[in-house]
């Protein structure tokens, strides 16, 4: 019995042996990333992308300065946009944009505690599959495992906000007004459903932007850590 007992142990001491050195081959200068390291590289990438641009998204003009996530009028409004402005109505139309994305503003300050619980959760499984994955494989597992929470964090908040600074009126000024001109046919669509998308949207997009910088960019990696994780990913796309 004890002679087993040795034997597997030998094997499964030769398995872990085997692979490392799998790993250590792929590293230049022929040091080890261990499952733990990657797993703390990767949330820690994560993190500098939750602090460094999702923060940026809840200050004033976040959204409205920051041509990536800017939102702009649904698909059923932007003849209405068009319109008012060629009938010389430019700060109407303006007004109107302008407070979608302060309405985006005020929510997303409610995604950096979900995305903090997410990146808590990430497994060694899914670490190594994400830090070997697509530039953005790791935005895409905070997708998956966010996306629907922070619409139901963010959806009242921008219905608030909409309220709070009168969006509605204003939205119904603009809307009456275009649905009073000739040839045109009345629109109505739910702007805070609308607003509430296209600031998640805007939250994936700003994080899948720091991933891919630490992804691509070996300056960008400023710890240790992320270096020696991310190294492995380079060897792994020679």
Do not use: H
Not at 66 to 87: A, F, H, S, W, Y
Not at 176 to 184: A, D
Request: proline share 4%; with cysteine; aromatic share 6%.
């Amino acid at each position: 019995m004890m002679k087993k007992i040795v034997a597997l142990s030998a094997l499964l001491i030769l398995t872990s042996c085997a692979e490392l050195q799998q790993i250590a081959t792929q590293i230049p200068g022929g040091y080890t990333v261990t499952d733990s390291e990657i797993n703390n590289g990767l949330k820690q990438a994560l993190q500098f992308g939750i602090d460094k641009e999702v923060t940026k998204l809840a200050e004033e003009n976040g959204y409205f300065s920051n041509e990536l996530v800017r939102i702009g009028l649904p698909p059923e409004l932007q003849k209405v946009d068009k319109t008012l402005r060629d009938v010389g109505l430019d700060a109407l139309a303006d007004e109107g944009l302008m407070i979608l994305n302060r309405a985006a503003e005020d929510a997303v300050s409610e995604a950096i505690p979900v995305f903090a619980d997410a990146v808590t959760q990430i497994t060694f499984a899914d670490a190594r599959n994400i830090l070997l994955g697509p530039d953005d494989a790791a935005t895409l597992y905070l997708n998956d495992k966010t996306e629907q929470e922070l619409y139901t964090r963010f959806n009242p908040i921008i219905s608030n906000s909409l309220d709070e600074v009168g969006a509605t009126q204003v939205w119904k000024n603009i809307i009456q007004k275009y649905n009073s001109l000739p040839l045109t046919n009345d629109v109505n669509p739910d702007l805070p459903d609308y607003v509430t998308k296209e600031a998640l949207k805007g939250v994936y997009i700003m994080i899948a932007k720091e991933e891919k910088e630490i992804r691509n960019n070996i300056s960008a990696r400023t710890t240790s850590l992320l270096q020696r994780v991310f190294a492995l990913q380079d060897q792994q796309n020679l």
